[in-house]
T-cell receptor
Framework: NAGVTQTPKFQVLKTGQSMTLQCAQD?????MSWYRQDPGMGLRLIHY???????DQGEVPNGYNVSRSTTEDFPLRLLSAAPSQTSVYFC?????????????FGSGTRLTVV | AQTVTQSQPEMSVQEAETVTLSCTYD???????LFWYKQPPSRQMILVIR??????QNATENRFSVNFQKAAKSFSLKISDSQLGDAAMYFC????????????FGAGTTVTVRA
């Protein structure tokens, strides 16, 4: 099925642990991004990429790393998890060109840091 | 970052009635796009409706319509003939025009539909 696939769907980490949230899309979308969703704050942009080899910071990048070695994949790395990173994480993608700027979202990863 | 404000944390509506969700935004740009997304309990983000700033006509998608007031920087969503399946969190979002990709979201409004 075409779309954005995020894994895992749920994760519990201990403070200081590291992990990678996976995001893959099979629509040949140039643009990919990571958001975190917190109650009362909506979705906030963490990092984004406009193509393979190109990444940039969003609104809340601290504590997260990304890379984009292929068009399909855009993993998000937490180097040393903190309780403040407890959140729901969404990956989104869209085509780089075209008259309609629709975004496709993954189903999210609920992360709890204890 | 652009500021998108949703002033109503929660709204309740009787089934078959109409509810209007408010959204205001702050921008100095003239070329931009506005969106309403629906997030049901499944967490999936679903695009409800979009509006291009250069279009004066308000967008409509079946029971969903917007009131786009560009000068007032207001973008409200009206849900007509509300159904139980409309119960969800609704997010207003802003995107700068061509050449930009980033979405800025409001805090969201939770809509409850009473049977």
């Amino acid at each position: 099925n075409a779309g954005v696939t995020q894994t895992p769907k749920f994760q519990v980490l201990k403070t200081g642990q590291s992990m990678t949230l996976q995001c893959a899309q099979d629509m040949n979308h140039e643009y990919m991004s990571w958001y975190r969703q917190d109650p009362g704050m909506g979705l906030r942009l963490i990092h984004y990429s406009v193509g393979a080899g190109i990444t940039d910071q969003g609104e809340v990048p601290n504590g997260y790393n990304v890379s984009r070695s292929t068009t399909e994949d855009f993993p998000l790395r937490l180097l040393s998890a903190a309780p403040s990173q407890t959140s729901v994480y969404f990956c989104a993608s869209r085509a780089g060109t075209g008259p309609y700027y629709g975004y496709t979202f993954g189903s999210g990863t609920r992360l709890t840091v204890v | 970052a652009q500021t998108v404000t949703q002033s109503q944390p929660e709204m309740s509506v009787q089934e078959a009635e109409t509810v209007t969700l408010s959204c205001t935004y702050d921008t100095s740009e003239s070329d931009y796009y506005l969106f309403w997304y629906k997030q049901p309990p499944s967490r999936q983000m679903i695009l409800v409706i979009r509006q291009e700033a250069y279009k004066q006509q308000n967008a409509t998608e079946n029971r969903f319509s917007v009131n786009f007031q560009k000068a007032a920087k207001s973008f409200s969503l009206k849900i007509s003939d509300s159904q139980l399946g409309d119960a969800a969190m609704y997010f207003c979002a802003y995107k700068l025009g061509r050449g930009d990709y980033k979405l800025s979201f409001g805090a969201g409004t939770t809509v409850t539909v009473r049977a």
